[in-house]
């Protein structure tokens, strides 16, 4: 079969088309011919070799194959997969499993997939995995792909709510637009000029360019900023944000942050720990020495483990 095979850290150019081997599934695993796959940033961190990245290979990549998100028709199943039969059509998520998506084939355990819907084409579903349950995680206040399952005790966005998504253009941030009006919020997008007519289409009701303006100088107060570059100053958005507002960031080399209007909680990648820390005495008030951050698409689409 085909690939897209890399074996070197770097830039595009060292990704290469090759012929390999195609696999062949094991016990739990369905074989996937895939139909579409999806491309995240975490692609790029991975092909560069940022340094979250080199945990699975410090001098050269462990996985030779890129990509997380998939969607497909299952060619072949193991005999003890009891969930999907050859002809379904699936969508699911590999990051948990090795990778392996920009293949004509992937081998995928069965408890990464998800039957696909028949309303969705391929190439819908392939975008939704990793994109599209980090959005609704983090504005739900559940699920591990970042800390806002610490605030699941406020639940998840009301209607009439105002809330502000910083990087809305991007893969996660057009799925968080959406899911915040379908929630019943007042949204506005930021991102840069040519992306502000497409938040409008897609249900954004304000939009700021922010190569023209600083949202955190508007004098605007919101109910959730959810930075999903990780980009914005933590204290201006913090002053921007009503009482006993949310604010919820990805990026850099934290997992996520989360602020509750008292306590800041944060997730390193680096050291695996979850810490609390109150930000008027900067005391860390709380940790948990191991935090496993999962994305998996479990039944509810959500996965936390604390070990």
């Known amino acids: 079969m085909k690939a897209i095979v890399y074996t070197e850290y ?5 990704l290469q088309l090759k012929e390999v081997e195609k696999p062949t599934p094991k016990e739990d695993e369905a074989l996937v011919r895939v139909h579409a796959a999806s491309l995240n940033a975490a692609d790029f961190e991975m092909l560069r070799g940022t340094w979250s990245a080199r945990f699975g290979g410090l001098l050269k990549p462990r996985h030779k194959i890129l990509g997380s998100d998939i969607a497909g028709r299952i060619e ?32 995928v355990p ?40 610490l605030l699941s005790d406020k639940g998840h966005i009301q209607s009439g709510q105002k809330v502000l998504i910083n990087g809305a253009g991007g893969g996660v941030g057009t799925f968080a637009v959406q899911l915040a009006k379908s929630f019943g919020a007042e949204v506005t997008g930021v991102d840069s000029t040519g992306k502000l007519a497409m938040l409008r289409s897609i249900g954004a009701d304000q939009v700021i360019d922010y190569t023209q303006e ?20 933590f204290s201006r958005s913090v002053r921007s944000l009503k009482h006993n507002g949310r604010y919820l960031a990805l990026g850099s080399h934290l997992c996520g942050m989360a602020w509750d209007g008292h306590h800041l909680w944060y997730a390193d990648a680096g050291t695996d720990r979850l810490s609390c820390l109150d930000v008027h005495t900067g005391t860390i008030l709380q940790e948990v020495v191991r935090l496993e951050v999962r994305t998996g698409l479990t039944s509810d689409g959500t996965s936390l483990i604390v070990k």
């Open 10 to 14: 770097g830039s595009p150019d060292v």
């Open 76 to 107: 072949a199943v193991g005999r003890n997969v009891k969930q999907f039969h050859p002809g379904d059509e699936v969508f699911g998520d590999l990051s948990e499993c090795g990778f392996g998506a920009f293949a004509e084939y992937v081998s």
């Open 110 to 149: 069965e408890n990464a997939l998800r039957l696909k819907p028949a309303s969705m084409t391929f190439e819908e579903a392939a975008a939704v995995p990793s994109a599209g349950v980090v959005a609704l995680q983090n504005l739900r206040g559940v699920g591990s792909s970042s800390l806002s399952f």
């Open 214 to 233: 600083d949202f955190t100088k508007s004098g605007e107060t919101y109910d959730v900023i959810f930075d999903v570059v990780g980009k914005s100053s």
